[in-house]
């Protein structure tokens, strides 16, 4: 089992950046693929980004050119730059995680969550 606890959120004005966090234990993340995804008030949760375990990222749309996802096995941690937030950004944003040695996309870990909120 790997724990996920996510750190970094908080209030910005549009057009602002944040950088959230992702913290793991228990286990390695090394040999899964990790991602973000986010669900604002009222909505379902969606996709922000994946990285996979060689590095392979995919984006929604909706972030592409704004946000930057990366990942550090040596610190066993996952991030996620945010760079030019707009008040649609807003949202509880999750940290996932694969199952360890999988080659699958399917995210099986979540953290619980941290809010952003980007005023206009």
């Known amino acids: 089992q790997v724990q996920l606890v996510e750190s970094g959120g908080g209030l910005v004005q549009a057009g602002g950046s944040l950088r959230l966090s992702c913290a793991a234990s228990g286990s390695t993340i090394n040999t899964r693929i990790m991602g973000w995804y986010r669900q604002a008030p009222g909505k379902q949760r969606e996709l922000v980004a994946t990285?996979?375990?060689?590095?392979?990222?995919n984006y929604a749309d909706a972030v592409r050119g704004r946000f930057t996802i990366s990942r550090d096995n040596a610190e066993n941690a996952v991030y996620l730059q945010m760079n030019s937030l707009k008040p649609e950004d807003t949202a509880v944003y999750y940290c996932a995680a694969g199952s360890a040695g999988s080659w699958s996309d399917q995210l099986y870990y979540w953290g619980k969550g941290t809010l952003v909120t980007v005023s206009s």
């Open positions: 990285i996979t375990r060689t590095s392979t990222i």
